[in-house]
């Protein structure tokens, strides 16, 4: 079987990232502030992001004038990000998590349509979500950096498993679990990096432009776009 100079470059772009967020995480006393990439690791950080909710701005007190566009306010970014990761934001609910999805999706929702007190209670919903599953983490980095973070390293995963994109680029509601994940991770890392609502991470506009340009080959489930945009999300990556 012949290997494609694709299939090479995927691979060893993710390995170099991987190589990168050992080191990054090596840099510090612990790792715990980057959880696993797996189904719990992903609603940890949705949940950790749910948690920035109850520390920030009031809803009512956010820059809704800054949405869409690359200065979006914080509090639309962690929405948008929280949408992404627990599957609402691709109609594949994460498998034991339906009720955050559920719950993301009324929060988009309300901030899509500019309406404050439906993302008050969407947030009300997710907090008391993220409690019973005990999933919430206040060692977790949820800053623009360990967002950023966290997104590199849901695309290594994603590289790294070499599923061709067009196995996983459908998957939704009836898909097995693994699809969902590795559908999650790439719909996950396009909202960490706030892709949905064109937001420009400070003094990291390429890695933000290249977050929208996957975010529109998946909304247009076109193939050969995400695949090209999650190789060059991961070589982005290896110079963060």
């Given at each position: 079987m012949t290997t494609s100079l694709t299939t090479y470059r995927r691979r060893a772009l993710a390995g170099a990232t991987a190589v990168v967020l050992v080191a990054l995480a090596g840099c510090g006393e612990s790792d715990d502030s980057i959880p696993a990439t797996d189904?719990?690791?992903?609603?940890?950080?949705?949940?950790?992001?749910?948690?920035?909710?109850?520390?920030?701005?009031?809803?009512?007190?956010?820059?809704?004038?800054?949405?869409?566009?690359?200065?979006?306010?914080?509090?639309?970014?962690?929405?948008?990000?929280?949408?992404?990761?627990?599957?609402?934001?691709?109609?594949?609910?994460?498998?034991?998590?339906?009720?955050?999805?559920?719950?993301?999706?009324?929060?988009?929702?309300?901030?899509?349509?500019?309406?404050?007190?439906?993302?008050?209670?969407?947030?009300?919903?997710?907090?008391s979500a993220c409690e019973e599953g005990g999933f919430a983490d206040d060692e977790v980095d949820v800053t623009a950096n360990g967002r950023i973070a966290y997104a590199c390293a849901l695309v290594d995963d994603n590289l790294a498993t070499d599923q061709p994109v067009d196995e996983w680029i459908g998957s939704a509601a009836h898909a097995d679990v693994e699809d969902r994940l590795v559908l999650t991770q790439a719909v996950g890392a396009a909202g960490l990096l706030g892709a949905p609502i064109a937001y420009e991470a400070p003094d990291h506009s390429e890695i933000s432009a290249e977050a929208q340009r996957l975010y529109a080959g998946i909304t247009r489930a076109d193939t050969e776009m995400i695949g090209e945009s999650l190789d060059e999300l991961s070589g982005l990556c290896s110079d963060v």
């Open positions: 189904t719990d690791g992903i609603v940890t950080y949705a949940c950790s992001l749910v948690g920035e909710f109850e520390h920030g701005e009031p809803v009512d007190a956010w820059d809704w004038d800054s949405i869409p566009g690359p200065d979006s306010g914080e509090g639309f970014v962690n929405g948008t990000a929280i949408h992404a990761l627990v599957g609402a934001g691709s109609t594949a609910p994460l498998v034991g998590h339906e009720n955050l999805s559920e719950a993301a999706d009324a929060l988009f929702r309300g901030i899509s349509e500019g309406e404050a007190d439906d993302v008050e209670n969407a947030i009300g919903d997710l907090v």
